[in-house]
């Protein structure tokens, strides 16, 4: 994104001029507002909700808590709009200048969503340790087509959730949606962890992964949609962040396997107390201002926005709902919709990503960490694949702590650079002779650089950037349909790549996997627009002025 800005300091009338230019969706034109009040404007001021380094739940919503004081004490750039229509008039919209005070009582919702994600990366994780496990005790131990439905399932299950998801929030809310969502994560949960037959252990995992597809729709939508603007790219990224402690939890709660083999019932039984918490926690949660607003529910739009920032801001963003819908009296987006010539330039963004992250190659290490690290002549298969996982989280903090101050774009090309040259050096060391003395450490080394490039942008911008980007009425159908796209690739990953790997060699797949990278960092570079510091409401005005 290529933007310019001028801004002319006063003690009364101040005149801002902006410029913005999107390489996707075309130019927002330049104008001027005049402000006549009596107050400093400090342009570049910024908030980051997380430090790097920090991987625990408390820490890291302490820290958030810390960014948000920070924003509080500097001042915020009032910004402006003027869109234009596809008739070819000029939408005004003037944003308030949100100098309110912003309320932390945004960070326990923050904390009780992510358990969604925290359960998602722990049901993506789980199956890495027990598999070989549960395979002896359910007679599977030589039938590799029936491991690999075992770990695909889940992957099924959750691409049915994720379009499921993005209805039902449509529907029921967001808060009503978490809590139905408990359901399949609990029974799926118990099948699995006291299956006798394989055919038991399937639908426990499909169950499980209709659970996860929900939460990977409606977490992120959630947390975007009551999150301060200031701090919104923090907030967003802690999602990632417990992506990857439920990962690393899985490969921790495989330790005990080796002198346990019946472990991995506890393994999987262990999810039905978060699930149940996550359901508990929504009741006491408040519903999305922007949900409420858009069913028409104002006094109870108006109650949560002072549950979630403090009485002082609820005219302010009361306002800019009002303004965003203003002069709009279209209903709520179907699934067709999302294909026609007004919205599909930016849902196909959204596809494109998650595409693209998947077929980067990230689970594929997840899942198979544990038989790569073995191959490679690692001797401690499941603290090698801790390490993978510790480093996920590593990286997610400190993209936390970036997001906000570097842009998502910015992220987002450098993390697919750094993961093409993380899998070429993965490709190089089974191929070079020279260096299969040190193939073990490479493949080590490899996985790691790529999880932790993967994890600085890869990983949290996607789901951080959709709710951005996608206006109010196709926000949810439209995250729905991208994390579709994500989960299709990522079960067809899951069901094949073993099968892949021994046709043409696990160097090949790793090259091939880093050429993806590489047309990702140009597909971003052309097509992805920055969305840091700006409004939903502003965003959505300046990419689709006819909503």
Same mark, same amino acid.
């Given at each position: 994104?290529?933007?310019?800005?001028?801004?002319?300091?006063?003690?009364?009338?101040?005149?801002?001029?902006?410029?913005?230019?999107?390489?996707?969706?075309?130019?927002?034109?330049?104008?001027?507002?005049?402000?006549?009040?009596?107050?400093?404007?400090?342009?570049? +001021?910024?908030?980051?909700?997380?430090?790097?380094?920090?991987?625990?739940?408390?820490?890291?919503?302490?820290?958030?808590?810390?960014?948000?004081?920070?924003?509080?004490?500097?001042?915020?750039?009032?910004?402006?709009?003027?869109?234009?229509?596809?008739?070819?008039?000029?939408?005004?919209?003037?944003?308030?200048?949100?100098? *309110?005070?912003?309320?932390?009582?945004?960070?326990?919702?923050?904390?009780?969503?992510?358990?969604?994600?925290?359960?998602?990366?722990?049901?993506?994780?789980?199956?890495?340790? *027990?598999?070989?496990?549960?395979?002896?005790?359910?007679?599977?131990?030589?039938?590799?087509?029936?491991?690999?439905?075992?770990?695909?399932?889940?992957?099924?299950?959750?691409?049915?959730?994720?379009?499921?998801?993005?209805?039902? *929030?449509?529907?029921?809310?967001?808060?009503?949606?978490?809590?139905?969502?408990?359901?399949?994560?609990?029974?799926?949960?118990?099948?699995?962890?006291?299956?006798?037959?394989?055919?038991?252990?399937?639908?426990?995992?499909?169950?499980?992964?209709?659970?996860i597809g929900i939460s990977s729709a409606i977490v992120p939508l959630y947390i975007s949609e009551i999150s301060p603007?200031? #701090?919104?790219?923090?907030?967003?990224?802690?999602?990632?962040?417990?992506?990857?402690?439920?990962?690393?939890?899985?490969?921790?709660?495989?330790?005990?396997?080796?002198?346990?083999?019946?472990?991995?019932?506890?393994?999987? /039984?262990?999810?039905?107390?978060?699930?149940?918490?996550?359901?508990? /926690?929504?009741?006491?949660?408040?519903?999305?201002?922007?949900?409420l607003f858009q069913q028409g529910k104002i006094p109870e739009a108006e109650k949560a926005i002072r549950t979630l920032?403090?009485?002082?801001?609820?005219?302010?963003?009361?306002?800019?709902?009002?303004?965003?819908?203003?002069? +709009?009296?279209?209903?709520?987006?179907?699934?067709?919709?999302?294909?026609?010539?007004?919205?599909?330039?930016?849902?196909?963004?959204?596809?494109?990503?998650?595409?693209?992250?998947?077929?980067?190659? #990230?689970?594929?290490?997840?899942?198979?960490?544990?038989?790569?690290?073995?191959?490679?002549? #690692?001797?401690?298969?499941?603290?090698?694949?801790?390490?993978?996982?510790?480093?996920?989280?590593?990286?997610?903090?400190?993209?936390?702590?970036?997001?906000?101050?570097?842009?998502?774009?910015?992220?987002?090309?450098?993390?697919?650079?750094?993961? *093409?040259?993380?899998?070429?050096?993965?490709?190089?060391?089974?191929?070079?002779?020279?260096?299969?003395?040190? +193939?073990?450490?490479?493949?080590?080394?490899?996985?790691?650089?790529?999880?932790?490039?993967?994890?600085?942008?890869?990983?949290?911008?996607?789901?951080?950037?959709?709710?951005?980007?996608?206006?109010?009425?196709?926000?949810?159908?439209a995250v729905a349909l991208s994390l579709g796209t994500h989960w299709i690739s990522n079960f067809v990953i899951g069901?094949?790549?073993?099968?892949?790997?021994?046709?043409?060699?696990?160097? +090949?797949?790793?090259?091939?996997?880093?050429?993806?990278?590489?047309?990702?960092?140009?597909?971003?570079?052309?097509?992805?627009?920055?969305?840091?510091?700006?409004?939903?409401?502003? #965003?959505?005005?300046?990419?689709?002025?006819?909503?």
């Amino acid at each position: 994104m290529q933007a310019s800005s001028h801004l002319v300091r006063g003690n009364f009338g101040i005149e801002i001029s902006k410029r913005r230019v999107f390489p996707c969706f075309g130019e927002v034109r330049q104008r001027s507002l005049t402000l006549n009040r009596n107050f400093c404007i400090r342009s570049g +001021s910024t908030c980051s909700g997380l430090r790097s380094g920090d991987v625990s739940m408390g820490a890291g919503l302490v820290r958030a808590k810390n960014g948000i004081e920070t924003a509080v004490r500097s001042s915020v750039k009032s910004r402006s709009i003027k869109a234009q229509a596809s008739g070819g008039d000029i939408e005004d919209l003037t944003p308030i200048n949100p100098q *309110a005070k912003s309320s932390g009582a945004v960070l326990p919702f923050v904390g009780v969503a992510c358990l969604g994600a925290m359960l998602f990366g722990y049901h993506l994780g789980v199956v890495n340790g *027990a598999l070989e496990y549960l395979s002896k005790h359910l007679g599977i131990a030589e039938n590799t087509v029936m491991q690999g439905w075992i770990v695909s399932t889940l992957l099924a299950g959750a691409t049915v959730g994720s379009f499921t998801g993005g209805t039902l *929030a449509d529907k029921f809310g967001r808060t009503r949606t978490f809590q139905l969502d408990a359901i399949p994560l609990i029974i799926g949960a118990f099948l699995t962890a006291t299956a006798q037959t394989v055919q038991t252990m399937i639908i426990g995992r499909f169950l499980a992964g209709i659970g996860i597809g929900i939460s990977s729709a409606i977490v992120p939508l959630y947390i975007s949609e009551i999150s301060p603007t200031e #701090i919104r790219g923090a907030l967003g990224s802690i999602n990632q962040l417990f992506i990857c402690i439920g990962i690393l939890a899985a490969l921790v709660a495989g330790l005990p396997l080796a002198g346990n083999p019946l472990w991995w019932r506890t393994m999987f /039984g262990i999810v039905i107390v978060p699930a149940i918490l996550l359901a508990v /926690g929504m009741a006491f949660s408040p519903e999305s201002p922007r949900w409420l607003f858009q069913q028409g529910k104002i006094p109870e739009a108006e109650k949560a926005i002072r549950t979630l920032y403090g009485k002082e801001r609820v005219a302010e963003i009361m306002y800019e709902l009002r303004t965003a819908g203003q002069g +709009s009296t279209e209903q709520e987006a179907g699934w067709f919709d999302l294909f026609s010539s007004r919205y599909w330039k930016v849902v196909s963004v959204g596809a494109a990503l998650f595409l693209f992250q998947q077929l980067a190659g #990230i689970n594929a290490v997840v899942y198979y960490s544990t038989a790569v690290f073995r191959s490679a002549g #690692i001797a401690s298969d499941v603290a090698a694949s801790a390490l993978v996982g510790a480093s996920n989280v590593i990286g997610s903090a400190i993209a936390s702590s970036l997001m906000d101050r570097q842009g998502r774009k910015s992220l987002l090309m450098t993390s697919f650079s750094g993961m *093409a040259a993380s899998m070429l050096l993965l490709s190089l060391s089974f191929t070079w002779k020279v260096l299969a003395p040190y +193939s073990g450490t490479l493949a080590v080394v490899g996985t790691v650089l790529y999880v932790l490039s993967f994890s600085l942008g890869a990983g949290p911008v996607p789901a951080l950037l959709l709710p951005e980007i996608f206006a109010s009425r196709i926000r949810a159908k439209a995250v729905a349909l991208s994390l579709g796209t994500h989960w299709i690739s990522n079960f067809v990953i899951g069901l094949y790549f073993l099968s892949v790997v021994n046709k043409f060699g696990i160097s +090949s797949v790793y090259l091939g996997f880093a050429g993806v990278c590489a047309v990702a960092v140009l597909y971003i570079a052309g097509n992805v627009v920055e969305t840091k510091g700006r409004s939903l409401e502003e #965003i959505e005005l300046a990419l689709n002025p006819t909503t």
